[in-house]
């Protein structure tokens, strides 16, 4: 059972993070489920790297035994940069929206006539 | 340097000019902006080449795999070894694909010389533009799960920045933020199933997965994962509500290249389920007295309701559209309705074969599948020439609302031709090609079931409704007063034009030479995933 949590963790993150971006109405909380989807995803990985008892994969001086996947970590770390791009692009857009609109309602933005 | 070496090395090269080429361009940009247009339309047309030496390659002598950092270390040894390296696989599907995104691009930044004149920021735009166009090709040329999605998300950023370029306008703002949330979303969905298939079998390039394919509880949860997250990028109702404010509302070259990258997604799908889970499309769900139930059937009932349902919203809406660029959108997201009808309409009727026990597709489902390719380059040429025409029209005319505009036939001559070749194509008439694959769609699903193609016929009867309007409104009728100053639009933009009109045109009069030379090559590499496996894992090293 102990076992399971970061995988209970990794479904916890995703679900909130989608109900965050289809229920929520502000462009910044709907940028804060995105987020936590990715981490979710990025937990995910992690833990299907990580064995019982194992070390990490960059000790040179192990004392032995297993050590956890290191391909996961380079997908995650791969992963977290992509995210950090899309994050600040993502709230770029939101300041220029919230110029356009002086709101960050969603029901607010992109209405009216067609330009 | 001769030839040869230059088509081994083709796969990384393709991704690599342009990539290159987008981080010199603001460089290149500080002698002049003549010089940097010049660069950018240079860079892409070298890749086109490429693209053109490695498919006569390809299709000559059949799948080639590049491996990035030489062949060691490898796993397993003899028949079954492959080394665990970021591999680049190009079959019969990659380079069709590859050719449609080379045509989109080049058109697109030969497009852009004149219609983003007078823009500023256009350094960043052309940056913008080739680093979508890398990400484009690498979504298409990788033989590697993750690299997919790494190449999925420098497309997604791109387009996305790019669909916002109009900053001073709110509503390109909204679409971009709308396509930002649905594509990274869709990328992370996709991430999630690499990481279960991760998991399980410890591999991510594509071939071994399929090879090693187990289809458990988990690989169907992969598999929801895969296709819905591409299905997302790709514009299928009832994720499409981003496809037409994002068509509508970007630069008119830009929507042009970002129809590329929607069927780079559209083939991630056929890739995922034909090759990946290709080997497991038969496996029996149910038996319900004499039937079994497969997937293949399953999924392929899935797919074609999924379709029936986007051909009807995205024609529909089109019909009651006034602004022509969302129109346009519209029709686009129909049009993607067809491709889908015509794939799903093949996946139900995979079958084992009796003698050998190979996966094959019976009776009218190759034919299906062959129109089904082939309407994905009609789709594209189709519909980037509509679009490529509004933007003209919106250069010219400063209008996009169909209510205000008539009688521009008069002042452009041939942007009309142009508009009257892609109405024809994108309604299916003859001789256009639109009419070549259209026919193949509608004869396959007819014999699947007689509802599916009167509605696809009726679907295309309504899009030649809607655009003969669209005709009607904007080229005929009296001159108006405000238009009297409009000028025909300047040569770069009608001869990215023309060149999209040339190969509408060919296509339509020689449907037989390019189903026989680019259609059937894809078709096998998707029809039967044992080749791709075999090259890709035993002999392609």
């Known amino acids: 059972m102990i076992f399971n949590i970061p995988f209970i963790a990794v479904a916890a993150l995703v679900l909130i993070g989608l109900y965050a971006v289809v229920f929520k109405r502000n462009l910044i909380k709907i940028v804060i489920g995105i987020t936590l989807i990715e981490s979710g995803v990025n937990l995910f990985l992690i833990t299907l790297a990580y064995r019982k008892d194992s070390t990490a994969p960059i000790y040179t001086a192990s004392p032995g035994g297993i050590m956890s996947m290191p391909v996961p970590h380079a997908l995650t770390l791969t992963s977290i940069v992509i995210g950090v791009a899309v994050l600040a692009l993502m709230l770029s857009l939101v300041v220029y929206i919230y110029r356009h609109y002086k709101t960050l309602d969603v029901r607010k933005i992109g209405g009216g006539e067609e330009e | 340097m001769n030839l040869e070496t230059i088509i081994t090395h083709s796969p990384a090269l393709i991704v690599a000019v342009p990539l290159l080429g987008a981080f010199l361009t603001p460089l290149v940009a500080k002698i002049n902006d003549k010089v940097r247009n010049i660069f950018v339309i240079l860079t892409v047309g070298l890749t086109a080449f490429l693209v053109y030496l490695l498919a006569s390659d390809v299709l000559a002598n059949g799948i080639r795999t590049y491996v990035f950092g030489g062949g060691s270390p490898v796993i397993g040894s003899g028949e079954s070894a492959f080394a665990i390296r970021i591999l680049f696989e190009v079959d019969g599907m990659n380079i069709f694909m590859a050719i449609i995104a080379s045509i989109l691009a080049l058109a697109g930044v030969i497009y852009s010389w004149a219609f983003m004149k007078g823009n500023t920021g256009l350094d960043k735009y052309y940056t913008l533009i080739l680093l979508m166009i890398a990400g484009m090709f690498g979504m298409i040329l990788t033989g590697d799960m993750f690299n997919f999605f790494v190449f999925l998300e420098i497309t997604s950023i791109s387009a996305c ?40 079998y410890n591999a991510l390039n594509m071939a071994v997965l399929a090879n090693s394919m187990q289809y458990t509880f988990l690989d169907k949860i992969a598999l929801v994962l ?92 089109a019909l009651k559209q006034t602004n022509f660029k969302r129109m346009i959108a519209f029709a686009a997201v129909g049009e993607i309705g067809y491709i889908f009808l015509a794939i799903g309409t093949a996946i139900t009727t995979i079958t084992n074969d009796p003698n050998t026990g190979a996966t094959i597709l019976t009776g009218s489902g190759e034919m299906a599948l062959k129109g089904g390719i082939f309407h994905i380059i009609n789709d594209a040429l189709d519909v980037g020439l509509l679009f490529l025409v509004a933007g003209a029209i919106y250069y010219a005319a400063k209008e996009t609302s169909l209510d205000k505009m008539g009688g521009l036939a008069r002042n452009l001559k041939y942007t009309t031709v142009f508009f009257l070749i892609g109405l024809l194509a994108v309604s299916g008439m003859p001789p256009m090609n639109g009419f070549a694959s259209k026919l193949m769609i509608y004869q396959s699903t007819y014999q699947i079931n007689p509802i599916l193609a009167i509605v696809a016929i009726l679907c295309s009867i309504l899009l030649l409704a809607a655009f003969v309007k669209v005709f009607h409104a904007a080229f005929l009728g009296p001159k108006l007063p405000k238009f009297t100053g409009v000028k025909e639009v300047p040569k770069s933009m009608l001869i990215a034009m023309g060149i999209i009109a040339c190969i509408i045109i060919f296509f339509g009069l020689f449907p037989d030479f390019v189903v026989n030379n680019i259609v059937q090559p894809a078709a096998n590499a998707l029809a039967d995933n044992s080749i791709y496996i075999t090259q890709v894992i035993g002999g392609g090293l």
């Open chain 2, 226 to 317: 895969l296709i819905a997250g591409l299905a997302m990028k790709a514009g299928i109702v009832p994720m499409h509500m981003w496809l037409p404010d994002a068509y509508g509302r970007a630069p008119s070259p830009v929507t042009l290249i970002l129809v590329g990258t929607t069927q780079a997604s559209l083939y991630g799908v056929l890739r995922m389920s034909f090759t990946v889970y290709g080997g497991h499309l038969t496996t029996p769900l149910k038996q319900v007295g004499d039937i079994t139930i497969d997937l293949s059937l399953l999924l392929g009932i899935v797919i074609v309701a999924l379709a029936i349902v986007t051909i009807l919203i995205g024609v529909l809406m």
């Open chain 2, 161 to 200: 920045a790019l669909i916002a370029f109009w900053t001073n306008k709110g509503r390109a703002v909204d679409a971009g933020f709308k396509y930002i949330v649905i594509s990274s979303i869709g990328a992370l969905f996709v991430l999630f199933a690499i990481g279960i298939l991760y998991g399980q």
